[in-house]
């Protein structure tokens, strides 16, 4: 959506035959002069949709702005491209850190770039154009790695109505959760009709250990291509001691740019702490002081999620409770000394995955009924194409230029999963949007690595509002069993069950449209069970209706309830003779006697399975109060 680096080997189209006679797109040559863009039989198409930018009132504009490119000028729309379907590149690597073979979700797809964002962010005229574009293009699997930071209601949204077009039409519409965790109700991307990701992290590491004089060890990270010379302590301070004297102690440590003074940092490891200022930043003050080194220390916020970076001088972040220790060390010892050790891939870093601090949260603001996020993928420290024509850093002194990067978000996350809707797609290429969604979900685990449940980034045990269904497995979806399918007169009727008028409908259907006399939110076929206002007194049904879509099979089901509710299922066997077969069967909810008020929420799970496939449905429970 931030256009693509065609130069980029993840975009190569070496033993690829010609392009579909299904492709209908175009390869826009911008107006930039020279603009020397091109596509090929990978990369088929690219396009730029800026009108509705052009149109909004901003006092200056840079003049090198790319809105007359589908020219990647900001890293993003390479990264996430490239994530969903780039080319096999052998040694990719970011300054020779997590070296190996870099792929897409969906290597050998042919993919298209869509440029709808712009400096100054997107407007919603392009972003429709841009999906009514890709439509008419002829594309299978949109990933869209944007939202809004506060939801509106979708008759608003160009990304719903776009998205419920695409659907239409029979493409999945994969679209990034947000990065406004952990706080709830912070979701993005909310319609029942987009498969929405939270961003989770990855068993890789990129370890760089920060050494005490006292011996003390702390594993920090970092993408630093800079070491320092083995077998030597180097004197360590608290930036806030190396500041002029002008500026305040809290402003030093943070290492702002012009707070540092170099008499009292040269030849010095720094300690500063996140915030304000970016994390390459930092760095850079430190290093334009004469220190040899900097530790950058999580604020209580971040706690113990640490992001790498290409830092311009060696350098280790780490998370918030040791760099307590290592200020306390700091402030408390007459010469504090200190090393930090080169960086060093780590792999398989137990546990793994655990759901990204800044991954946002449900519950859904807009349709309390309808469980967002759907799915966890990949989203920290993904390596993937760049732009070259910005540094890997946001410091605008950084000269440095690299075919890939490592970024975090779930902007990172979507394309995974898109990846995966991709090969999905070729290998059930008459299941509709929805089912393959389902099959995404009811196949996902929420076990980490060492078998424990997965955790949040405060380390406590993750619900279905961080990660969904749970994190996404690939290989299971394939064959999930049953899915539970919908169309887009579903979809519409839960318009119709919003209140919306035959006008509001028009803006997603074209044609007219009758409302049911009644429709029951509770009963929407989603393959996920969310009662986001239980009323005490009564029991509650839920009705659902799964499709067959493996062998004749016999399915029972296995009910986790929350501890707080008796939930029963009829009938508790499935019987499929043959594929396509549906069946439905009702979940019935009960409040237990006694029961006191805890949370908001209460959690449990169903699982139908034959002994060979497990369909998953997590349940979300709006407790009494």
């Known amino acids: 959506m931030i ?3 065609p130069e980029s080997k993840s975009f190569s189209d070496e033993g690829y035959g010609p392009i579909l006679k299904k492709w209908h797109g175009t390869c826009q040559v911008g107006k930039r002069n020279p603009d020397h863009f091109h596509c090929n039989r990978k990369l088929i198409g690219a396009r730029y949709f800026n009108k509705g930018y052009l149109a909004v009132p901003i006092p200056i504009r840079n003049p090198n702005e790319t809105f007359n490119s589908a020219r990647d000028f900001e890293g993003h729309g ?3 491209l490239s994530t969903a379907g780039g080319n096999f590149v052998a040694n990719a690597s970011v300054f020779g850190n997590g070296n190996g073979t870099a792929s897409g979700g969906s290597p ?12 100054d962010g997107c407007q919603d005229a392009d972003i429709l154009a841009g999906f009514e574009a890709a439509i008419s293009d002829g594309v299978d699997v949109l990933s869209v790695s944007l939202g809004r930071n506060i939801p509106v209601e979708f008759h608003n949204s160009s990304i719903s109505i776009g998205s419920f077009h695409a659907v239409a039409n029979n493409i999945i519409v994969v679209a990034a959760g947000g990065n406004s965790g952990p706080s709830p109700n912070t979701v993005a991307n909310l319609e029942p009709w987009t498969l929405t990701v939270a961003a989770s992290t990855i068993d890789r ?22 070491e320092l010379p083995p077998h030597k302590l180097y004197p360590l301070i608290s930036a806030a001691d190396a500041k ?8 030093a440590l943070l290492c702002i740019n012009g707070s540092l003074d170099s008499h009292k940092a040269k030849g010095k490891i720094l300690v500063c702490l996140l915030g304000n200022n970016s994390r390459v930043d930092k760095g850079v003050e430190a290093s334009r002081v004469g220190a040899v080194g900097m530790i950058l ?19 280790s972040h780490v998370n918030f409770k040791d760099g307590n220790v290592i200020l306390k060390y700091v402030n408390y010892t007459k010469s504090p000394v200190a090393y930090i050790t080169r960086v060093k891939t780590q792999l398989g870093v137990k546990a793994s995955p655990s759901i990204a601090a800044f991954s946002s949260r449900g519950p859904n603001i807009l349709a309390p009924s309808i469980l967002k996020p759907d799915i966890t993928a990949p989203g920290i420290k993904i390596i993937a194409a760049y732009s070259e024509a910005i540094p890997p850093s946001p410091s605008e002194s950084d000269k440095r230029r690299t075919h890939f990067n490592i970024m975090s978000g779930t902007s990172m996350a979507c394309p995974h999963v898109a990846g995966l809707v991709g090969l999905l797609k070729s290998i059930h290429p008459d299941w509709s949007p929805a089912a393959i969604k389902s099959a995404i979900m009811t196949t996902a685990t929420t076990k980490d690595n060492i078998g424990g449940h997965v955790l949040d980034s405060s380390q406590e045990e993750a619900t279905p509002h961080a990660y969904g269904a749970g994190h996404v497995r690939p290989n299971l979806a394939a064959d999930p069993g049953l899915v539970y399918d919908l169309n887009i007169t579903d979809y519409l009727n839960f318009l119709c069950g919003r209140g919306y008028n035959s006008s509001q409908l028009k803006l997603f259907y074209g044609r007219p449209y009758t409302c049911p006399k009644s429709f029951n939110l509770i009963d929407f076929n989603y393959p996920a069970i969310t009662i986001p206002d239980f009323k005490i007194g009564q029991p509650l049904n839920v009705t659902r209706t799964v499709t067959n879509v493996g062998s004749p099979s016999k399915y029972r089901v296995h009910i986790q309830a929350p501890a707080e509710f008796l939930v029963s299922v009829e009938p508790r066997r499935l019987n499929f003779k043959k594929k396509g077969e549906k069946r439905e069967f009702k979940v019935t909810l009960t409040l237990k006697k006694g029961t006191t008020y805890k949370t908001d929420y209460v959690f449990g799970k169903l699982v139908w399975t034959d002994g060979k496939h497990q369909v998953g449905t997590p349940i979300a429970i709006k407790y009494p109060h």
């Open 3 to 5: 256009g693509v680096w």
């Open 78 to 80: 390479s990264h996430t």
């Open 108 to 119: 050998k797809a042919r993919v298209a770039a869509y440029k709808v964002c712009w400096d």
């Open 205 to 226: 590491d990129f370890t760089s250990y920060v050494i005490l004089g006292n011996k003390k060890i702390f594993k920090g990270e970092s993408l630093s291509e800079h």
């Open 244 to 251: 002029f004297d002008h500026v305040s102690a809290g402003e």
């Open 297 to 315: 220390a999580n604020d209580d916020f971040s706690g113990g999620e640490i992001i790498p970076d290409a830092h311009v001088l060696p350098a």
